[in-house]
């Protein structure tokens, strides 16, 4: 059984350029939490989804942020227009029926 | 308030001896609780969850839970220098659609040889 996979692993993005993140949750797993996490800093929660579903987004930055996470494929965490803020590692965890979230290896995104 | 606190660290102990880690919660509805311990440059490992009141205990880990004063520990016994880690506190109030996993901002352990 797989764990939660993201790819890519390091993204480089030029201010302006779009940033898309995905993440692939173990199966079995139909709720996936993004975070965000600056280096030295805790875990940001950003949005918790389910599939086709967006049940909190309440940590999600209201312009240029958006995730999805459709009934096949992947989650999308999607950042338009990247700025050097933007720059930061980014988790996506899944979440059995039991409880806890298992996460993935993490995109570490670099905005230059 | 922050919805998770963590005592703050660095947090050093010697080899042997024991770790205690602190986390306060600010939700009364929060029904379940997760540590996980992340070392730098990884992701974060899920090591121990507790649900009931009182202690849990996983090899060296013990966890434990007090709802009524919303806090939960965790301690580490025998430490190992492959113990120095980030040792993060996690609260999810599992309610009927709010399964929304909140952390604090981790405890830094050093284990000296």
């Known amino acids: 059984n797989a764990g939660v996979m993201q790819n890519p692993r390091h993204l480089v993005r030029r201010r302006g350029q779009e940033a898309r993140l995905r993440c692939s949750p173990m199966k079995g797993h139909s709720h996936v939490y993004w975070y965000r996490q600056l280096p030295e800093e805790g875990l940001k929660f950003m949005v918790y989804?389910?599939?086709?579903?967006?049940?909190?987004e309440s940590g999600m930055p209201k312009e240029r942020f958006s995730a999805e996470f459709p009934k096949e494929g992947p989650s999308i965490l999607r950042i338009q227009q990247v700025v050097r803020g933007d720059s930061a590692a980014y988790f996506c965890a899944s979440s059995p029926p039991g409880g806890g979230a298992f996460f993935g290896q993490g995109t570490r995104l670099t905005v230059v | 308030q922050k919805e998770v606190e963590q005592n703050s660290g660095p947090l050093s102990v010697p080899e042997g001896a024991i770790a205690s880690l602190n986390c306060t919660y600010s939700?009364?509805?929060?029904?379940?609780f997760f540590w996980y311990r992340q070392y730098s440059g990884k992701s974060p490992e899920l090591i121990m969850s507790i649900y009931s009141n009182g202690d849990k205990e996983d090899g060296r880990f013990t966890a434990q839970l007090n709802k009524a004063s919303q806090y939960v520990s965790l301690l580490i016994r025998d430490s190992q220098p492959s113990d120095s880690a980030t040792y993060l506190c996690a609260v999810s109030p599992r309610a009927a659609n709010d399964y929304k996993l909140s952390f604090g901002a981790g405890t830094t352990v050093t284990v000296r040889a």
């Open positions: 939700d009364r509805v929060s029904q379940s």
């Open positions: 989804l389910q599939k086709e579903n967006i049940i909190d």
